[in-house]
């Protein structure tokens, strides 16, 4: 009855249909990967609450052990994230030894932050969605982190697993990438060396499914690779050099034409891979530095973000080959008001992006790059670092300051709801069904109509 997930796209229609085969085709159980069944940031058969408080709607809602920014997925009665648990234990320095292009304690902190001296435990974990109860809580790994991460926003468990309902593929950058089956019996692990990241800003570039593969993007300051695992036993199918430094964006397998490709969004290119050889099919300049955001796809095209000094939103289309750049595959660009860190929302034929970090919105015609509306603020969000994801005709804007706005799904901007929680919020949410999830910093809400 568990499928793989299938990410078909059917070019000839001028759609790129992403579909899922899972449980039938009741679509309501999974949220398999941090992006949703489809990768687009959309539940198509989700209905969750319009309003909610603290005191309405509340399903249940859980304290959370250790820290970090992964993101819940879901498959039928479990929710799997993951996080960093600082112990008392004091960390031998010689651990600490940074990847052999820079010291990690001479490169400046910025907003990065020191090494720490406690060792951690890096911890996959599984609730149960009815209740928020723990089902099983495994460790990965527990070392000293050999370097820091930003301040303010990330930690150490950054990354989000993705599941097939059978297995759940768990990355810890530094600390591995880690297999365990859905009632946590482990499978295989897999070390790739400590990564040095720019300016200690931390690590997170989640792990995709491609078929029987396993993809791991690896791109830092020293040398960057890509990585396709046999997704049973973890051996490598193939590695590429990747001639990029740090970037945090989620690969996106595509089936084009019958052919299975993974693209990959970073500073120097967005780049299109052959999912059985690792051969590079494409790819394309225009991006800026720093890429987060990951790409969605639809409309025979795949829409690649980015935010950091400059703003890039291109629609690219699928099928080609060869650099791109420069050339028509670009159906279609904006230069202004696109994310540093939340990825896009793809939903229906529209489009919407948050401007940087700002709670500013601007929404687009996928297929055309035609202005719905550009630039129009979302009042008392303050910083958005989660990506919004839709549903039942709304898009759900997440505030880091807990409150969330919901929009209809429309050419022009109306606000539906407010809702305010008591948490910090910097996770992406989660839709199965007629329940949000909103993990914060202190706990994970469960949120339905009651």
Known sequence: MNRLVTLIISVGLLTALVSVDVYGDSGSDYWPTWRGPHATGVAPKGNPPLTWSETKNIKWKVKLSGQGTSSPVIWGDKIFFLTAIETDKKGSPNAQAASKSQNAEERPPFHGGRAPKNIYKFDLVCLDRKTGKLRWQKTAREELPHEGHHSNYGGFASYSPVTDGKYVWASFGSRGVHCYDIDGNHKWSRDFGKMTIKMMFGEGSSPALAGDAVIVVIDHEDDSFIYALNKGTGETIWEKGRDEKSSWATPLPVDVNGKMEVVTSAT??????????????????????????????????????????????????????????????????????????????????????????????????????????????????????????????????????????????????????????????????????DELFLKGKEHLYCITDL
Not at 287 to 312: L, Y
Not at 358 to 367: E, F, H, K, L, T
């Open 268 to 433: 120097n290119f967005v780049r299109s891979y052959d999912v059985k050889t690792g051969d590079l099919i494409w790819q394309c300049s225009g991006q800026t530095g720093n890429v987060i955001p990951s790409p969605v796809v639809g409309f025979g095209k795949v829409f690649c973000t980015s935010g950091f000094r400059g703003s890039a939103l291109q629609a690219i289309e699928l099928g080609r080959t060869g650099d791109l750049s420069g050339s028509d595959a670009i159906t279609w660009q904006v230069n202004e008001a696109t994310p540093y860190v939340p990825s896009p929302l793809l939903y229906g034929d529209k489009i919407y992006v948050c401007s940087v970090n700002r709670a500013i919105i601007s929404c687009y015609q996928a297929q055309t790059g035609k202005v719905n509306f550009v630039k129009h603020r979302l009042e008392g969000m303050g910083e958005i670092f989660a990506s919004p994801v839709g549903a039942a005709e709304r898009v759900y804007f997440v505030g880091q300051n807990g409150r969330t706005q919901v929009i209809k799904l429309s050419e022009k901007l109306q606000v539906l709801a407010t809702n305010t929680l008591v948490d910090k919020f910097d996770c992406s949410p989660a839709i199965v069904g």
